[in-house]
Each structure stands twice: as C-alpha cells, then as structure tokens.
C-alpha cells in the first residue's frame, strides 16, 4: 500500500519527511531476517577480501552460529518476562488507565515515546514490552486516529535513544563491579563507581537533552490526517487478549483446581523471592540486576504474583511466546557477524575488529577521542549490536587509549553508551521483540527512527565532545 504524502500546507516540513522515509523504508527495507543475512554476508566478504581464508570464514561463521544461544533464550524470556508482567491484571489496568490520557494522535505518540524512555532508563527489557502493550491500548481509541507506525517508533526510542544513559548499561554496570570484569580489564581501569559514570552532571545533562529532542521529533514527526495509517492497515496487529480475570476464572473439572488456585502461586513465589531476596543481599541491588538471568526471574516471578492463578500465567505466556521468534530465528545470524568479525583472520593475521579499532583509536588525539570513541561504537554496534558483551571486547584497547590521551575514563565509558544506541535506531536487532508485540515488520517503523537517527548523530557526537572538555583526567582507581 503506498503511502499518502500530503502537500502543501497540509503537513509540516518534517511530517513530509518522516513519511518519505516511511515510504522508502517500507519499499526499500527487507525483512530483519534478510536484513541479518546481508550483514553476514558483506562481512564475510570483507573478511575474504583482507585474505581470510573461505575455511576460516566458515568455521567463524559456524563456530559463532550457536555462540548466543544462552544470549537468545535469555532476550527469548526478556520478551516472556515482559509480556507476561505487563499483561498480568494490576499492570494491564495501568496501561489500559494510562491509555486514557492523550486527547489526539500527536499527543499519543509524544506519550508513548517519554513512556517508553523513562521506563529504558530503569530497564530496557521492559520498557519495549511495556511501550508496546501501551500503542496495543491507545490504538484500539479510534477516535485518536493515531499513526501506528509512528507510534510503534516511539515505542522503541527507549532502547534506540537512551537505554544505555541509565541502569540498564550494562557496560557501566561492568566498570563498578570488579568481580564482574574480565582479567586484564581491572588494571587499566580500576573501579569506576556510577557517579563517574551514569551519575556525572554530563550525563544526566546529556540524557535529559536526548529525551527532549526525542519527545520533540517525535512529535513533529506524527503523520496526520488521511497520511495517518491506523492499526486498521496492518492485518496482523491483531489486539492483545484481555488477561484472565482471578475473580471469575473457575475451573471447570477437578482436574483443573489447583490451575485456579493461587496456592502453587504462593509457594513458587516464597521460594522465587526468597532465592531472589539472597541474590540482593549478597550482592547489592545494583550488581544483581545487572545480572539478565537474575532481572529475567525477577519479572517471571512478579508476572506470576500479580496473574495470582496458574492458568491465567500460562495464557500470558502461550501468547507472549510467538513475539520471540524473530528472536531465535536471527540471533544466531549475529553470532555468526560477531566470530567473522573477531576470529577470521586476514593474510597479516589481523581480524576485521581488529583493524577497525587501530584506524579509529590510532587517528584520535585528547580533543578528538570522543567524537572518534563515539564514531567507531556506532559503526561496529551496527554490526555487533550487544551492549554488554561489545564492550568487553572493546574497553582493553579503548580504555587503554584513553588512559595514554589522558581523557576522563568514566566519560569514556557514557561514551561508548551514548554512541551504542545510535545504530539501535535503525537496526532491526534489539526490534524484534518489540515487532513482535505490535504485529510489524521493521520496514513499518525505520522510516520514523531514520530521521530521529538523523538528529541524533550530530547531538551526540557533538555534546560527547563538549561535555568532555569540562572532565580531567583522573588515573585508574584500584578497589
């Protein structure tokens, strides 16, 4: 279906622009599938073309096929944790409640866009599920006319804009806990606390600029009037069942009685939160949930508390269940990426990763390490989009660079958070589950996020810059 384009003074400047971009991206843009096996295959060449052997290349690519599967069945239960919370009857009467408050359209997708950023900042798995069952409730108000695509975008601007300023980093999680680093990280490091990190003025400053302009592209961007594709266009959003009501549900044979009683409920949740209730004590608050498995059974064990009933659990999750298959169906494509990236050698010996942090790191100076910083975690975060586990690869030599250049080494780190979610925008990877939540396809939404990406490059990369030059350079702190 081709997309209206109003003309003249019909529409803004930059709804014309956001809705040409829609037009090309739903043209233009393949399935996030397709999408994975493209960037398979261009760094597979690339590999080839530095003199990677087609041998190595193969076993890089095999080797890291199954290399995520934990990673994957872990985002697999980020999207059943979610769902089944954000549909478990005390939330979904939130987000029904919460669906109430935008009076048009605009005012819809502007609203689901703070929802969605405010809730990343706190917890990025949740906030795609949460963002989504919010336009699931706003759409089904057909007098809003709202844009879905536009609103399914600004559901994701949590995790393409600002995930990484806030508890969810997993990368300033890594630089506080000791424990938690890899060998050799430790001494060029040293401890960096969250006040050197997500906790600087800078940053807070930085991430409330984010949310603005967001909020404000976002806003302009709504397509109104018959440019305006309500969820009506789509044939596979398809609205979320209601949750079984725990004061009406019965069950229907003897058989069925402990289903409908919240007894099995009880005794799970005192061991759940009991184990859960160790985890924290032992390891402060901030270093559990750092921990996904830790942050997948506390939102499994809160989902099943607030269902109340076993069966009314089960339905949640029978229906968050086929949200994750584009989730396990592509990981597997970027583990692949990720080994090609970093174990194909080349003719000299070096791999891909390897060459691009030297022409990245090499070029930089103490003015420009930021912008350099910055610059380089996008373009390889588009091709190996893990937060956590990138920078585990990347802060020996990036770390190690800053400390040569004399530049502040928790700004090092907001660095690498704030340009980690910039390829996010218009990468259908961390999408997925959101996708799935909605009933769309990444070519639906890419058009809006394309031009908040266009405003996004230039702010971050400037104001990591800017705000860098009023930070010293403090040496590695050991604990």
């Known amino acids: 279906m081709s997309v209206p384009v109003p003309a003249g003074s019909s529409a803004s400047w930059p709804e014309r622009l956001a809705l040409r971009c829609a037009a090309f991206g739903e043209r233009w843009f393949p399935d996030a599938w397709v999408f994975a096996v493209l960037g398979v295959v261009v760094v597979a060449a690339c590999a080839l073309g530095f003199g990677a052997t087609p041998r190595a290349a193969a076993e890089a690519f095999g080797g890291g096929f199954w290399s995520l599967v934990p990673f994957t069945m872990q985002m697999a239960f980020v999207v059943i944790g979610g769902y089944v919370l954000a549909t478990a009857p005390p939330v979904a009467r939130l987000v029904a409640a919460l669906a109430r408050l935008p009076r048009t359209g ?17 917890s990025w798995g949740f ?24 609103a399914g975008a600004a559901a994701y601007l949590g995790l393409g804009a600002v995930w990484a ?66 969820v009506e266009h789509f044939p596979d959003a398809v609205a979320p069942a209601p949750a079984v009501s725990p004061g009406r549900a019965r069950a229907s044979r003897p058989g069925e009685w402990l289903e409908y009683s919240p007894l099995l409920v009880v005794l799970l949740s005192l061991l759940g939160f009991g184990w859960l209730a160790l985890q924290f004590a032992s390891k402060g608050p901030i270093a559990a949930i750092a921990n996904l498995d830790t942050y997948n059974f506390l939102f499994l064990s809160l989902g099943l508390l607030l269902h109340w009933r076993p069966r009314s659990f089960l339905d949640a999750v029978s229906r968050a269940v086929p949200s994750t298959a584009g989730v396990l169906i592509q990981f597997p494509l970027y583990g692949g990426i990720a080994m090609l990236l970093t174990h194909a050698a080349g003719a000299d ?40 586990g990138k920078w585990i690869v990347e802060a020996p030599y990036v770390m190690q660079a800053a400390n040569d250049l004399q530049y502040h080494l928790g700004w090092s780190v907001q660095v690498y958070n704030a340009a980690e979610a910039l390829p996010n925008l218009v990468n259908p990877f961390w999408m997925l589950p959101l996708l799935g939540v909605l009933g769309l396809k990444a070519r639906d939404i890419v058009g809006f ?10 702010l971050v990369l400037g104001l990591l810059w800017l705000l860098g030059t009023t930070l010293p350079y403090i040496p590695p702190v050991m604990p």
């Open 349 to 388: 010996g070096q791999t891909l990763a390897h060459r691009l942090s030297t022409l990245f790191v090499q070029v930089a100076s103490h003015d420009t390490f930021a912008v350099v910083m910055g610059a380089y975690s996008a373009v390889l975060g588009f091709f190996v989009p893990s937060g956590g």
């Open 106 to 122: 605009r005012g819809a997708v502007a609203f689901v866009a703070l929802a969605s950023m405010l809730s990343s900042l706190l």
């Open 449 to 458: 996020t394309f031009v908040q990406l266009l405003v996004h490059v230039p």
């Open 127 to 150: 906030s795609l599920v949460f963002a989504g069952l919010l336009v699931r409730a706003l759409a089904q108000r057909s007098e809003l006319r709202m844009d879905y695509r536009a």
């Open 165 to 230: 300023m806030g508890l969810s980093s997993s990368a300033a999680q890594l630089q506080a806990n000791p424990s938690s680093m890899p060998p050799g990280l430790l001494p060029i490091t040293g401890v960096l606390p969250f006040t050197q990190t997500i906790f600087l003025w800078q940053s807070l400053l930085l991430t409330g600029v984010l949310i603005g302009v967001s909020l404000l592209v976002a806003w302009l961007t709504v397509p109104r009037g018959d440019a305006a594709r309500t």
